[in-house]
């Protein structure tokens, strides 16, 4: 039986809420800011409040608003992230990863949680065709996303990074096209 007031499960538990949280939360502020780029980006008086209907609802997802920022950023079209090799790499990992957290639990078996070391995190994710494990790392500056394996401290700073140039990229537009 699951023993929720055991130090390693609450603590688990915490760990887990706490990376959850950046890695949805700041997809979220990711999203609704490239849906901002795209709007100032594409939209003139007459098209604004249509693109404003379906960047910002339910109507076009994250996968579907990074596909097209991408394409927009790949043609060098945004001057503030022209050198910007990373950008589109870091929108893609942290889309894979918000899907993930968003669609998987923490594993909280008895051994796991006996052998919880602090350092990492197992979470599985259902999907339609099989179960995976995620692994968080909590102290490396490195990951291997297509083997599963996250570090929070990657996370972070792709998320930081992600964020800065978002915001050059509005700032930039802001000051070209200060109406619209």
Do not use: Q
């Not at 603590?11 to 939360?25: G, L, S, W």
């Not at 179960?131 to 998320?159: A, G, Q, R, T, W």
């Not at 930081?160 to 619209?180: C, M, R, V, Y």
């Amino acid at each position: 039986m699951l023993d929720i007031n055991n130090e390693n499960y609450l603590e688990m538990r915490e760990r887990a809420k706490d990376f959850r949280f950046i890695a949805i939360d700041s997809a979220i502020t990711i999203e609704s800011l490239i849906s901002a780029i795209l709007i100032k980006f594409l939209s003139t008086n007459n098209t604004r409040e249509t693109l404003e209907k379906h960047l910002f609802s339910d109507v076009l997802n994250i996968k579907k608003k990074v596909v097209l920022f991408s394409s927009f950023n790949k043609k060098k079209l945004f001057e503030p992230t022209i050198n910007d090799k990373e950008l589109n790499n870091n929108l893609a990992y942290i889309k894979v990863l918000r899907n993930l957290m968003a669609h998987s639990e923490l594993h909280t078996d008895k051994d796991v949680i006996n052998n919880f070391n602090k350092k990492e995190l197992k979470f599985i994710s259902f999907t339609e065709k099989s179960n995976k494990e995620i692994i968080v790392k909590f102290y490396e500056m490195s990951d291997e996303p297509e083997k599963l394996i996250f570090s929070h401290n990657v996370l972070i700073k792709k998320c930081n990074d992600t964020l800065n140039s978002l915001f050059a990229i509005l700032n930039w537009l802001e000051e070209k096209k200060p109406n619209g």
